[in-house]
């Protein structure tokens, strides 16, 4: 009798032992299961990560790059100089320039209407200048001088390359007999825009109409280029 219940025994505490174990190698295998997928998961999202932050460094590498593209361009738009003619050339000096006549060599008609004198000037120098504005003109005589009143033309800038030319008009009414005061006129004194020394040629026009003091009279001159 007491080896049977010894036997009984004996087998109860194998069966417990083996039960034990069946339960201790399954809960060793659900471990290992869930510590085999944590690092997977860790690993894809970290390679998500990686490259989530790989494409936005790249758009911010791009976003740079134009940022740095627009600068420069807008660096050389605005480091462009110069006097707004586009050549830099200074102004034009009386010393540097030429004096004639143009519209068939300084004649006028003998016509009483008004008429138009061209005058010319020559860059005679090696370099390019300029010229902007109404010239003094004064037409002289053997009892006087007459300062012609201007224009209402808007002046505009020339620049005249090395032996180029540009002109502007002067507009006079002949004097003929009956029609007022006679203003003999022998020569036309010429003081380029800006400048203080003159040019003087010979006026090939005769008699003009002396209207000195007339508000908007008949002799006047224009800008030069215009």
């Not at 911010?60 to 940022?67: N, Q, R, V």
């Not at 593209?69 to 050339?89: I, L, P, Q, R, Y």
């Not at 209402?152 to 507009?171: C, D, E, R």
Request: with cysteine.
């Amino acid at each position: 009798m007491r080896l049977l219940h010894a036997a009984t025994a004996l087998a109860a505490t194998s069966a417990l032992a083996l039960a034990l174990t069946a339960c201790g190698n399954g809960s060793g295998d659900d471990a290992s299961g869930d510590q085999s997928s944590a690092p997977a998961s860790s690993s894809s999202a970290t390679a998500a990560a990686g490259a989530t932050a790989t494409a936005e460094n790249a758009g911010a590498t791009e976003d740079a790059g134009s940022g740095t593209s627009g600068s420069d361009s807008s660096t050389g738009g605005g480091t462009g100089t110069g006097s707004g003619d586009g050549t830099g050339a200074g102004r034009c000096h009386t010393a540097g320039l030429g004096f004639s006549f143009g519209s068939g060599d300084g004649k006028v008609s003998s016509s009483d209407d008004q008429q138009q004198l061209a005058v010319v000037l020559k860059n005679k120098t090696s370099v390019a200048c300029t010229v902007q504005g109404f010239p003094g003109v004064d037409l002289k005589s053997s009892g006087g001088s007459w300062s012609l009143t201007r224009s209402g033309a808007t002046p505009k800038k020339v620049t005249l390359a090395a032996g180029s030319t540009a002109t502007f008009t002067i507009s006079f009414l002949p004097w003929t007999q009956g029609s007022g005061t006679e203003f003999k006129a022998t020569s036309v004194v010429v003081t380029p825009p800006n400048e203080t020394t003159s040019a003087t040629l010979a006026w090939p026009g005769g008699s003009v109409l002396l209207q000195d003091g007339a508000t908007h009279p008949g002799t006047y001159t224009g800008p030069v280029g215009g």
